[in-house]
């Protein structure tokens, strides 16, 4: 290495292949040996420029010192007493060091610090470090790393090219970082320390930045971009500012911090932690998980499904639109749940580690958290309650409630019909008030209903399920569970099993069916009337005894069936199915096309503008609501081969005048082919048949006869 020593002649050193050192003081042109003239060129290698002050003065160079500089590496600006540095680029510093970027290193015995880079486009190192004077770091476009060491001065770093900032300052000097206005298209990291004095970071970087700042007690106010970012931060001021942009972020603040925090998570998805402090957390739109951490903290959720940990403390927790979870912990925690609607306020669910819990408006389920006796009390919702490990109180109160247990330990045997306590097994000595509906554990639980309509689910295991009087709903999700409708009766209500199996055939007792399965799978009807429901795959639908129907409700689009083919047939909407033993058809809630055989059938179209055909027989043509029709001939449903004298057209069901609160028949068909003048009247014009509902004129739905010109009373079920 080779090292040039400068005069206070004009020099020109040009250097070697190495690593060369150019050493030279400063005194504004006067006395100093590096002057306006001189040529420096450290040729190849990594090259150094070292300039000292003379005695204490100040170091004030501007753009004019690099006119004659080339190939240098490194700048060393070094003062040991107060004298301030003041460095400023223009077009002559572009010039030398934009190519290959440059690592700027100034330290200071006290005087300030001011770099003003905002003009250079290459990459820059600069490093910077004074005891006592106040700090201002302008960088440029291109990408700066910075490390900035002060002791009670203010320091000060932006630029739009700020990659990375290490800021440390040991007295009360306040510090502000960021990237300025210039839109931040690098910044990556900042590190910032102080002992006392306020932080000021702001990014507006649409990368994910990193930022840790500590304070021992500086106010702190960090601002972010729609970067993924990531903030650590600590202080004890009272009352400190974080807001982050869009991106999914994620915020610390220092368990050991006792500052309260005013957070807003902006757009996103993000994790914010609050402190020891009195935290305000807002998790703005997305998906946010919020804890407060100690303190008497305030969370909202805002839009998205959003976890609310409010920590120890008395806690106040706003969900909003979104489907919210809140956890309690103390006896005055708070929980608002603003929105009443399940459409926009999802389905919200409290955890509770209290003795007991009641949920507040708009909350849907509880769990118990707690392994010891606790008690869950529900609202007038339909509410889920999640049984503890411990010995549990849950009261529904109003809604159709269930009880879970799908936490359980082991097996549970759980009855509905007992009002006391009772011995679950596997989840402690529970109590069960208002609950209609059970749900059992991951094991071989038995479950049995009351004398309501109630919905028995083992899930997991092979469960058996106990029903009896009222609309029972099973769920049979494993070959070996056991199903038992012990009331035979008209109070044994209209049963239903859900059957998520590839094959289930309906046990004693057990009306109707449902394949919940989306695969392949076969229901099979008994010696009942059975309603067989149709899955979204193929099925085989087997009625067995009885007159059975086949009911597309759930179809995903229109369906086309017909009761005339005896194997496999292509719904369009449903999947490709086989119907044995059914004689009645339902279809979806679109345009759907049914067809009946030479049997006796029912056809029912249900919503959307139907074509039905019922084949020979005497058939039945089902309409149970409005929506069931259209109103007009343009929009109804269509009937092809109805036959006067043999067909029938079913109104019986559907209400004949709104107006009243009874379910209405119609009077009949009137002479008047030109409008209604009451409720429940009927005509017939063109072949098609009007209905009317109202006192006004015009008719509520309208059914389309092919081929018919005449109808009267005898063809209808009024």
């Known amino acids: ?166 800021a440390i300052t040991t007295g009360a000097g306040a510090q502000t970082l960021g990237d300025g206005s210039g839109g931040g298209a690098h910044l990556v990291t900042v590190t910032a320390t102080s002992i006392g004095g306020a932080q000021t970071i702001t990014s507006t970087s649409t990368h994910a930045v990193t930022v840790q700042a500590h304070s021992t007690a500086g106010v702190q106010t960090i601002l972010t971009g729609a970067g993924a970012d990531m903030i650590n931060a600590a202080t004890t001021a009272a009352i400190n500012t974080i807001a982050t942009g869009e991106g999914d972020d994620t915020v610390n603040i220092a368990a050991t911090a006792t500052g309260g925090y005013n957070i807003n998570g902006g757009l996103g998805n993000d994790i914010i932690n609050g402190g020891a402090g009195n935290d305000s957390i807002a998790g703005g739109d997305g998906d946010d998980k919020l804890d407060g951490g100690a303190g008497n903290d305030t969370l909202t959720g805002g839009l998205g499904d959003d976890v609310l940990n409010g920590g120890t403390g008395v806690d106040s927790m706003t969900g909003g639109n979104g489907s919210d979870l809140y956890v309690v912990d103390n ?143 099973y769920t049979a999700d494993n070959s070996r569970d056991v199903i038992i409708e012990t009331n035979a009766t008209k109070a044994g209500g209209i049963d239903i099993v859900y059957s998520d199996l590839s094959a289930y055939t309906l046990g004693t007792n057990i009306e109707n069916g449902r394949v919940n399965a989306t695969d392949a799978a076969n229901l099979t009807g008994n010696s009942l009337n059975n309603v067989l429901y149709a899955g979204v795959g193929d099925n085989v639908l087997n009625g067995g005894l009885g007159i059975d129907t086949a009911s597309y409700l759930y179809a995903s689009s229109a369906v086309t069936v017909s009761l005339a083919v005896t194997s496999t047939q292509n719904t369009l909407g449903s999947g490709s199915d086989t119907l044995i033993g059914i004689e009645r058809l339902t279809g979806s809630d679109y345009n759907d096309t049914l067809t009946g055989n030479a049997k ?11 074509t039905l055909t019922g084949g020979g027989g005497k058939d039945i043509f089902d309409f149970n609501a409005l929506s069931d029709m259209g109103a007009l001939s343009g929009n109804a449903d269509i009937i092809t081969d109805f036959v006067c004298g043999q067909d029938k057209i ?47 004129s015009s008719a509520e739905f309208a059914i389309q006869l092919t081929g018919i010109t005449a109808l009267d009373n005898s063809d209808i079920r009024l």
């Open 1 to 166: 290495m080779t090292t040039y020593t400068l005069t206070t002649n004009t020099d020109n050193f040009v250097g070697g292949l190495g690593k060369d050192a150019f050493k030279g003081t400063y005194n504004d042109g006067a006395t100093g040996t590096w002057g306006l003239l001189d040529t420096l060129n450290g040729g190849a290698g990594f090259d150094t420029l070292s300039i000292n002050p003379i005695g204490t003065a100040a170091i004030t160079p501007d753009d004019r010192y690099w006119s004659h500089v080339s190939h240098i590496e490194k700048v060393v600006i070094n003062t040991t007493g107060p004298g301030a540095q003041t460095l400023t680029t223009g077009a002559f510093f572009e010039a030398a060091f934009a190519g290959a970027g440059v690592v700027l290193k100034t330290t200071s015995g006290g005087g300030a610090i001011t770099v003003d880079m905002s003009s250079f486009t290459g990459t820059t190192t600069l490093t910077t470090v004074t005891t006592g004077g106040a700090q201002a770091l302008t960088m440029g476009t291109g990408p700066a790393t910075v490390t900035a060491k002060s002791g009670a001065g203010a320091l000060t770093i932006n630029g739009a090219g700020l990659t990375s900032v290490l």
């Open 331 to 473: 006896a005055s925690d708070i929980i608002i749940e603003s929105n009443a609607d399940a459409s926009m306020g999802g389905i919200d669910r409290v955890y509770s580690y209290l003795g007991a819990y009641t949920l507040v408006a708009n909350l849907e389920n509880g769990l118990i958290m707690s392994t010891d006796a606790a008690n869950l009390t529900g609202n007038n919702l339909d509410n889920l309650l999640y049984a503890g490990a411990g010995d549990n109180v849950l009261d529904g109160r109003q809604g159709s409630d269930t009880v879970l247990y799908t936490y359980a330990g082991s097996a549970v045997t759980v009855n509905l019909a007992v009002t006391g306590s009772q011995n679950t097994l596997g989840s402690g000595l529970d109590t069960l008030i208002s609950i209609e509906n059970l749900l059992g554990s991951d094991y071989n639980d038995t479950l049995t209903g009351n004398a309501g309509g109630n919905i028995l689910n083992g899930g997991l295991g092979a469960d058996t399920l106990i029903g009896g009087d009222g609309n029972d709903r």
């Open 650 to 696: 079913d109104l019986s069901t559907l209400d004949a005048n709104t107006a009243t609160t009874a379910n209405d028949g119609f009077s009949g068909f009137i002479d008047n082919t030109t409008s209604f003048s009451a409720a429940g009247q009927l005509m017939f014009l063109d072949g098609v048949l009007y209905g009317s509902t109202n006192t006004d």
């Open 600 to 610: 006796v059938n029912v056809l029912t179209g249900g919503m959307g503008a139907d």
